[in-house]
């Protein structure tokens, strides 16, 4: 047997780095490092992050070697023309968004890939926020009105947040041990949960909030197809925030520093100048195209139309705060009823039985309402999403809603507002203290008055009549929501929402859930450790 002698590595020709990778033995490292990363420009670091895929150099030799242009030559080719836009998962951004309404704010923060922080109504008094003005052209009347009916509902904010603090110190002793400042700002806080009610959807707030790329673009894109001006207009300016130059919070010390550098050495300071007064644009290729989406515009026209069609001769039915709506429907019928539950006022149930006795093909064109404008690089509606064990139809006051609209693990559709669906009064669950106050009578007058408005400035000649309409309907309003999710999230929500530091509003709601789990899946409700809401609890629990 004849054996072909090995060659060394010192005679052989030279290898390409494939070659050469192909022959190298591997050893073994033992040498894990982790390290966080700080002063990198978001699409920077995003273009990093995704050469991992492509690189085998570390995260320090990537960020030494980027640029920001090649960074946008990078996602320019990757993000628009390839679709990779996984890339903008990648680079997050921080935002402040101040002096916005409260339904603007609402709109802004359904997302369902969404972090952030927003005033509290419950720990803070919105007395002096400002309010949300919207241009009525020369609807004179309804713009007085709108004004009037505001100011009303501040006026009794004011008043309401006050008696009911005052009759709490009354009803309520500060227990042994407790400071007199905490003491008062707990009975505060618990004011502000009855007063609440009565704060207009037009009260500025401001939030923060981190997203990454991805994200902010659909959700730009979403808020330039809002068929209200003051979202359209929020829409254009988180656009122009992302791609413009960012707020820099040591620009201050660093101009400073360089006027240091140039008296001491003016040369020096010419190089110093690039790193130290360089503008910070955090998203600048990532979002520069959102626009408005023409598939989710046109969509929401068509099914508007045929939820008109469907439903307008069909009164509202009446319905629970909380339905849990059990799975007795095709895919199909899911799909086409979930559809129209966004488009109009009707609980599910109502919907969805209707659904369930039409033509196949009916439900097949309501389908194709849904999804024949859709783009190249649009996803599915969020109705779309389909096939949760557990569907909650929820009716409750928009002040709970806010809370409740934070579980984003859950698929929720959400209707819009309106005043077809009336009020909730804060004694509903809980000695809440607007009759200890003496102030129930006050307090529906002032709903109804409100509610009454927005009704009749939604038939004005006011410009964009039934948008601006919504901005006085009070936080007491309820409003529709569909909340489809899997049993862990439904354990998850009601155990978190029924607590004892929980607003009663939405405390009730959770109670609600793990009851109507318990009807339909009894072996299942021992898995729930929730608070009972029938039970009474210490205010200071809260």
């Not at 030559?73 to 993000?79: P, S, W």
């Not at 050495?265 to 959102?290: C, G, M, Q, S, W």
Request: with cysteine; proline share 4%; net charge negative.
């Amino acid at each position: 047997m004849t054996t072909t002698p090995i060659q060394s590595t010192e005679s052989a020709p030279a290898s390409t780095p494939v070659e050469a990778q192909a022959h190298t033995p591997v050893h073994a490292e033992n040498r894990t490092e982790v390290f966080a990363v700080h002063g990198a420009d978001p699409e920077v670091l995003a273009y990093a992050m995704a050469k991992y895929s492509r690189s085998a150099l570390s995260m320090r030799q990537s960020l030494r070697e980027i640029s920001s242009q090649r960074a946008e030559q990078f996602l320019n080719t990757f993000y628009f023309q390839y679709g990779h836009r996984s890339i903008a998962d990648l680079a997050h951004v921080a935002f402040a968004v101040e002096r916005l309404s409260l339904l603007a704010a609402i709109v802004l923060v359904d997302e369902q890939r969404w972090d952030g922080q927003e005033r509290s109504t419950r720990y803070q008094n919105f007395q002096k926020s400002g309010w949300y003005l919207p241009e009525f052209g020369p609807a004179a009347e309804a713009r007085n009105l709108y004004i009037q009916t505001v100011e009303k509902l501040f006026a009794s904010y004011s008043a309401t947040s006050t008696a009911v603090f005052e009759a709490l110190k009354e009803r309520v002793a500060c227990p042994e041990g407790m400071k007199q400042d905490a003491y008062e700002r707990t009975l505060k806080a618990r004011a502000f949960d009855v007063a609440r009610y009565l704060l207009p959807l037009a009260t500025n707030t401001s939030l923060g909030q981190i997203v990454n790329a991805r994200t902010l673009e659909t959700q730009v894109s979403r808020l330039l197809s809002h068929p209200a001006a003051e979202i359209r207009d929020l829409g254009e300016k988180l656009r122009a925030a992302a791609t413009g130059q960012a707020w820099n919070i040591y620009a201050e010390a660093s101009n400073g520093l360089y006027r240091k550098i140039a008296d001491a050495n003016p040369d020096l300071a010419l190089e110093a100048e690039a790193l130290l007064d360089r503008e910070i644009h955090v998203a600048p290729t990532l979002v520069k195209y959102a626009s408005p989406n023409p598939y989710e515009i046109a969509t929401r026209t068509e099914l508007t139309q045929a939820a008109t069609e469907l439903l307008s001769n069909l009164p509202i039915a009446p319905a629970p705060v909380v339905d849990l709506v059990e799975r007795t429907e095709s895919l199909e019928v899911e799909l086409a009823a979930t559809l129209l539950y966004s488009a109009s006022h009707h609980p599910y149930r109502q919907i969805r039985d209707l659904v369930a006795e039409l033509p196949e093909a009916r439900v097949a064109e309501i389908i194709e309402l849904g999804a024949r404008s859709r783009g190249r690089h649009d996803e599915l509606l969020r109705s779309f999403h389909a096939g949760a064990a557990l569907r909650f139809d929820i009716l409750m006051d928009i002040g709970g809603f806010r809370d409740m609209h934070r579980h984003r693990r859950a698929t929720q559709i959400l209707q819009q507002f309106t005043y077809l669906h009336g009020y909730d009064v804060p004694e509903s669950g809980d000695a809440a203290g607007l009759a200890d106050a003496g102030l129930i009578s006050e307090y529906t007058q002032t709903i109804e008055a409100a509610q009454a408005a927005s009704r009749s400035i939604a038939q004005s000649s006011a410009f964009e009549a039934g948008q601006a309409a919504l901005y006085v309907l009070p936080l007491a309003t309820r409003i529709r929501s569909l909340f489809k999710m899997d049993f862990a999230q439904a354990v998850y929500i009601s155990e978190l929402r029924s607590a004892p530091a929980g607003h009663f509003s939405y405390r009730k709601v959770a109670w609600e859930m793990y009851l109507a789990v318990q009807r339909q899946y009894p072996s299942l409700a021992k898995y729930f450790r929730v608070t009972d809401f029938s039970k009474p609890i210490d205010v200071f629990q809260r």
